[in-house]
């Protein structure tokens, strides 16, 4: 009787606005909170003391935008692991090398703000490349071993321009946690190492890549692909799933494992591969058998657009690292 009453007091209420339902729904798409945008280092940093003083735990995901639901599958873990959470849209030129996709990289902020509005994010940090690398600027970091081989053979100041930013969002951010995407199983290690080694405190998370139906891992790249690409590009995921079920039927030898995925990648004429390894997941050092576990890499071309994927092969009933 009560809930009747109330029906029609709003009926009355609002002659000639939308009905009732109708706004309903669209109020619950869209969270009321904004996202908060920064682009200044210095409004990062005011806006973080404020924060911190508040004793929230703060967790940052970096992105260079153009946002997937790989991107999201991190944004998700960072709300559950922390109280404010910052996502850093800013596509890095440094790690980017003089003929490489820098100009044509895809970028739609406003749609990135959209996603990252219903995720509940907290503070969008998305400052351009002079307030990053202002005049005069002359320090970078350099992580040497693990990215001797793989990317970073083939993209020589690639880890270098990572390093640098992400070292410089952990300062000007200073998050307890960070969290980065398997899917960049190459980058992880070199992030892993360098908190490490500079005793940073930031606990580094990786996460799981997220994939497409047909297996493709999500990637702002693959805007790129043509129809034709975007199909023969599925390989890359069939061959790591080749190697990994060649591991399961008991095959430990790290070339025959490659070389399965190898083979598939070459019945794609538009495909080249740049690496298959398999490697320790730590070190990143290849082995040349699997004991217990390791990571297959693989890199290829294909047209003008670079794919990378991996795969972890763990030998079943084996205990602890090999
Ligand atoms: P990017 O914008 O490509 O620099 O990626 C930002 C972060 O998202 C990195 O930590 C990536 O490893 C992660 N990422 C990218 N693609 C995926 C994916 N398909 N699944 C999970 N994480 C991803």
Redesign the pocket.
């Known amino acids: 009787m009560v809930a009747k009453k109330r029906g029609n007091q709003a009926k009355k209420a609002s002659p000639g606005k939308k009905p009732a339902k109708t706004r309903k729904k669209s109020a619950s798409k869209v969270p009321s909170r904004p996202v908060k945008q920064i682009r200044k280092v210095r409004e990062m940093k005011k806006y973080l003391k404020e924060v911190r003083s508040r004793r929230r735990k703060v967790v940052l995901?970096?992105?260079?935008?153009?946002l997937?639901e790989?991107?999201l599958?991190?944004v998700r873990e960072a709300r559950r692991l922390g109280s404010v959470v910052v996502v850093s849209l800013f596509v890095n030129p440094v790690q980017f090398g003089p003929n490489e996709d820098l100009d044509r990289y895809p970028r739609d902020i406003r749609r990135d703000l959209r996603k990252l509005r219903r995720e509940g994010v907290d503070v969008v940090f998305c400052p351009d490349a002079a307030e990053m690398y202002p005049e005069r600027y002359q320090t970078y970091v350099d992580v040497t071993e693990v990215t001797r081989d793989y990317c970073g053979a083939s993209r020589p100041s690639h880890f270098r321009g990572v390093a640098t930013v992400v070292t410089k969002l952990f300062t000007i951010i200073q998050p307890d946690v960070a969290?980065?995407?398997?899917?960049?199983f190459q980058?992880?290690v070199v992030i892993r190492r360098m908190a490490q080694d500079l005793a940073l405190d930031v606990l580094v998370v990786g996460?799981?890549?997220?994939?497409e139906e047909d297996g493709l891992?999500?990637?702002?790249r693959n805007a790129y692909l043509s129809p034709a690409q975007r199909q023969q590009a599925t390989t890359i995921y069939r061959g790591l799933r080749k190697a990994k079920q060649l591991l399961d039927s008991g095959e430990r030898d790290a070339a025959e494992l490659a070389a399965i995925a190898v083979d598939l990648l070459r019945e794609e004429h538009d495909l080249v591969i740049d690496y298959v390894a398999v490697c320790d997941p730590e070190t990143l050092e290849r082995i040349p058998e699997v004991e217990k576990e390791a990571v297959l890499l693989v890199a290829v071309k294909v047209g003008d657009t670079r794919l990378i994927d991996n795969i972890r092969l763990e030998v079943k009933g084996a205990r602890g690292r090999r």
Do not use: C, N, W
């Open positions: 995901v970096p992105t260079m935008g153009y997937h790989g991107h599958s991190l969290i980065f995407g398997e899917k960049d980058q992880l996460m799981p890549t997220v994939r891992a999500m990637s702002s």
